[in-house]
């Protein structure tokens, strides 16, 4: 290990000795203590190790929220190998694609979620299921070795340890590289802000290929405290959760607070434990959770995958409307477009610098040169900082024009690439509009060829057949032509200003 480094393995085995007998995973009913989860994520590493896995191998892991997911990140901090989830909700052909381009040499995988798997371009794989084994299938708990002696990689922590596949402009997913540098230091800045104890518990309810879900385990392991893995977002369990087993934070997205204060109301229940929230929803809703939970504070944020989690957070109430302030460890400005400081209250990309910010794209040098040039990462969103440091998110930038249908990334790229695949098609422009359940939605603006007739719900199901159903339009509109621009291009931002409502 680094003579100057703190790793994930580091935290984990730090945890064992100060916090051994106290709970930090559960999982239906199963306990796992601080101490057992060190133990746990040795036996996995010293399995992985006799199977050959070795630093910067990749090791891909297609499943719901579970034991084996959590101790899969202890056993990659302890060889120096990359874990790589992937999102269920995508396609087929998505998920064929990330598995190509990461090449893992395991590759894990719950049994429901097999038939994403395709057909070709396994081979070489080590294949391990969560399920009963059948060749070539090997059983996960085949990797738990009793041999636990396997040192530790020698690795700085500036090194990746998670591959998170991001959508891409040109509607490719891209695998952004994050680091234990970068993880640990955006769940210390977490765990201060909120403080964070050893009596905290985290509703682990958001899937743990989201960036969001492995900081909250993350900043509640750092505390010492306690993460209950749950398999799916099921509101009347939750609030069981919370005034049962001392559930005290959770991220979400909308609609998910609205549908647990519906559950508390069902149920009679004031959530008496739960103390922080954060993520994205309304004010409307935020002011439910005032009025519902006064103990309760929702925290504003602003973040990316690629930032390995939030770089400015405060509470709501202490500047609505707001992305928060900076948080310790970040540098976050605004700049022009020729990367010149913005004054305050002037309106441009906002670019950060500082340890969370992530290795760069996996395999897309191009992309990491323009991301990380003149020493920035430039997150292609606008934004504007006021005098008091707070930041207010302002929109996508034209180059990275993006819509988040319940905190999801959706790229217009990469719907619209579904969409003319449908030969009645000429021509689309996909935008993002307001919807009261997603808080935004996808709609798409499409021209038939002459003499083809379509259906707005025979589009939907054709897009939704070929990407993710989440990134599908949720409203279509068939025009005779679409607005252009100069050079004869499609004018987006016309489109997008008469279409752009619900």
Same mark, same amino acid.
């Given at each position: 290990?680094?003579?100057?480094?703190?790793?994930?393995?580091?935290?984990?085995?730090? *945890?064992?000795?100060?916090?051994?007998?106290?709970?930090?995973?559960?999982?239906?009913?199963?306990?796992?203590?601080?101490?057992?989860?060190?133990?746990?994520?040795?036996?996995?590493?010293?399995?992985?190790?006799?199977?050959?896995?070795?630093?910067?191998?990749?090791?891909?892991?297609?499943?719901?929220?579970?034991?084996?997911?959590?101790?899969?990140?202890?056993?990659?901090?302890?060889?120096?190998?990359?874990?790589?989830?992937?999102?269920?909700?995508?396609?087929?052909?998505?998920?064929?694609?990330?598995?190509?381009?990461?090449?893992?040499?395991?590759?894990?995988?719950?049994?429901?979620?097999?038939?994403?798997?395709?057909?070709?371009?396994?081979?070489?794989?080590?294949?391990?299921?969560?399920?009963?084994?059948?060749?070539?299938?090997?059983?996960?708990?085949?990797?738990?070795?009793?041999?636990?002696?396997?040192?530790?990689?020698?690795?700085?922590?500036?090194?990746?340890?998670?591959?998170?596949?991001?959508?891409?402009?040109?509607?490719?997913?891209?695998?952004?590289?994050?680091?234990?540098?970068?993880?640990?230091?955006?769940?210390?800045?977490?765990?201060?802000?909120?403080?964070?104890?050893?009596?905290?518990?985290?509703?682990?309810?958001?899937?743990?290929?989201?960036?969001?879900?492995?900081?909250?385990?993350?900043?509640?392991?750092?505390?010492?405290?306690?993460?209950?893995?749950?398999?799916?977002?099921?509101?009347?369990?939750?609030?069981?959760?919370?005034?049962?087993?001392?559930?005290?934070?959770?991220?979400?997205?909308?609609?998910?607070?609205?549908?647990?204060?519906?559950?508390?109301?069902?149920?009679?229940?004031?959530?008496?434990?739960?103390?922080?929230?954060?993520?994205?929803?309304?004010?409307?809703?935020?002011?439910?959770?005032?009025?519902?939970?006064?103990?309760?504070?929702?925290?504003?944020?602003?973040?990316?995958?690629?930032?390995?989690?939030?770089?400015?957070?405060?509470?709501?109430?202490?500047?609505?409307?707001?992305?928060?302030?900076?948080?310790?460890?970040?540098?976050?400005?605004?700049?022009?477009?020729?990367?010149?400081?913005?004054?305050?209250?002037?309106?441009?990309?906002?670019?950060?610098?500082?340890?969370?910010?992530?290795?760069?794209?996996?395999?897309?040098?191009?992309?990491?040169?323009?991301?990380?040039?003149?020493?920035?990462?430039?997150?292609?969103?606008?934004?504007?900082?006021?005098?008091?440091?707070?930041?207010?998110?302002?929109?996508?930038?034209?180059?990275?024009?993006?819509?988040?249908?319940?905190?999801? *990334?959706?790229?217009?790229?990469?719907?619209?690439?579904?969409?003319?695949?449908?030969?009645?098609?000429?021509?689309?422009?996909?935008?993002?509009?307001?919807?009261?359940?997603?808080?935004?939605?996808?709609?798409?603006?499409?021209?038939?060829?002459?003499?083809?007739?379509?259906?707005?719900?025979?589009?939907?199901?054709?897009?939704?057949?070929?990407?993710?159903?989440?990134?599908?339009?949720?409203?279509?509109?068939?025009?005779?032509?679409?607005?252009?621009?100069?050079?004869?291009?499609?004018?987006?931002?016309?489109?997008?200003?008469?279409?752009?409502?619900?």
């Amino acid at each position: 290990m680094g003579l100057r480094s703190f790793t994930l393995h580091d935290l984990i085995n730090r *945890n064992a000795r100060l916090y051994g007998s106290n709970t930090a995973l559960v999982f239906g009913d199963q306990r796992v203590t601080h101490a057992q989860y060190a133990e746990r994520t040795a036996r996995l590493a010293a399995g992985l190790a006799a199977a050959g896995v070795g630093q910067g191998d990749r090791l891909a892991i297609l499943a719901p929220n579970g034991l084996e997911y959590v101790d899969l990140f202890g056993a990659a901090a302890q060889l120096g190998a990359i874990v790589v989830p992937i999102n269920w909700r995508l396609s087929a052909e998505e998920v064929a694609y990330v598995i190509e381009d990461a090449a893992p040499r395991v590759l894990i995988v719950a049994d429901e979620f097999k038939a994403l798997l395709p057909q070709q371009g396994l081979d070489g794989m080590q294949r391990y299921t969560l399920g009963a084994a059948q060749a070539p299938w090997q059983a996960v708990s085949a990797l738990y070795l009793d041999r636990t002696t396997v040192p530790p990689a020698d690795l700085n922590d500036d090194e990746g340890i998670v591959i998170i596949h991001t959508a891409a402009v040109g509607g490719r997913p891209r695998g952004a590289l994050l680091s234990h540098r970068g993880l640990i230091s955006a769940s210390l800045q977490t765990q201060l802000a909120w403080s964070l104890t050893p009596a905290d518990v985290n509703l682990g309810v958001l899937p743990l290929f989201h960036v969001a879900a492995i900081g909250f385990l993350l900043a509640t392991q750092q505390a010492g405290g306690a993460t209950l893995l749950m398999t799916r977002f099921d509101p009347p369990s939750l609030v069981k959760h919370i005034d049962e087993d001392g559930g005290s934070l959770i991220g979400t997205f909308p609609p998910m607070l609205g549908a647990l204060l519906d559950a508390a109301a069902a149920q009679g229940s004031a959530l008496a434990r739960l103390r922080v929230v954060s993520g994205i929803d309304v004010p409307e809703t935020i002011a439910r959770l005032r009025i519902t939970c006064p103990h309760a504070t929702f925290w504003s944020a602003y973040g990316q995958t690629e930032t390995s989690g939030s770089v400015s957070l405060a509470p709501f109430d202490e500047c609505p409307g707001s992305a928060g302030r900076p948080t310790a460890l970040n540098t976050v400005a605004v700049v022009d477009e020729l990367d010149r400081p913005l004054p305050v209250g002037a309106t441009g990309e906002i670019v950060v610098r500082g340890p969370m910010v992530f290795q760069g794209y996996w395999r897309c040098e191009a992309d990491n040169a323009f991301t990380l040039r003149n020493g920035w990462h430039h997150t292609g969103d606008m934004g504007r900082i006021d005098a008091e440091g707070y930041l207010w998110y302002s929109g996508r930038s034209p180059a990275k024009e993006l819509i988040k249908p319940g905190g999801e *990334n959706v790229y217009p790229a990469e719907v619209e690439r579904a969409i003319l695949e449908h030969p009645a098609l000429a021509q689309a422009v996909v935008v993002g509009v307001p919807d009261v359940q997603w808080g935004e939605a996808v709609k798409a603006v499409c021209v038939l060829k002459a003499g083809h007739i379509l259906s707005a719900e025979d589009l939907i199901e054709f897009v939704g057949a070929r990407i993710a159903r989440y990134k599908k339009p949720k409203h279509v509109v068939f025009v005779s032509a679409l607005p252009l621009g100069s050079a004869d291009s499609i004018d987006r931002a016309a489109v997008k200003a008469a279409h752009g409502g619900a």
